[in-house]
């Protein structure tokens, strides 16, 4: 079966860095496009990225343009979240998602990993 695995999440100062990581297997990878979405305690998961099938394309939720940056590795099944200047409210449980088509519509996705935490003091 699919499955997409976060790591890489953990606590950080303001200012600071992290680098999340999603493993997926169970899928022709090359085939999906990719997002990370985000969901703090008591909100709405919001869209933070995502990218092509090829990795040539983009895009990024407003408040992370600038400070994160996705991309993948077709060869190895994964893809990535560089964030840096983190601030706290980047504070949420943040997860991986696989699509045919890229999109910051989180009901394009069909599938999703189980979250990796992120949370940034001040």
């Known amino acids: 079966q699919v499955q997409l695995v976060e790591s890489g999440g953990g606590l950080v100062q303001a200012g600071g860095s992290l680098r999340l990581s999603c493993a997926a297997s169970?899928?022709?990878?090359?085939?999906?496009?990719m997002g990370w979405f985000r969901q703090a305690p008591g909100k709405e998961r919001e869209f933070v990225a995502s990218?092509?099938?090829?990795?040539?394309?983009?895009d990024y939720g407003d408040s992370v343009k600038g400070r994160f940056t996705i991309s993948r590795d077709n060869a190895k099944n994964t893809v990535d979240l560089q964030m840096n200047s983190l601030k706290p409210e980047n504070t949420a449980v943040y997860y991986c998602?696989?699509?045919?088509?890229?999109?910051?519509?989180?009901?394009?996705?069909?599938?999703w990993g189980q979250g990796t935490q992120v949370t940034v003091s001040s």
């Open positions: 998602a696989a699509a045919r088509v890229p999109s910051m519509r989180k009901q394009v996705y069909n599938y």
């Open positions: 169970g899928l022709s990878f090359s085939s999906y496009a």
């Open positions: 990218i092509s099938l090829s990795g040539v394309s983009t």
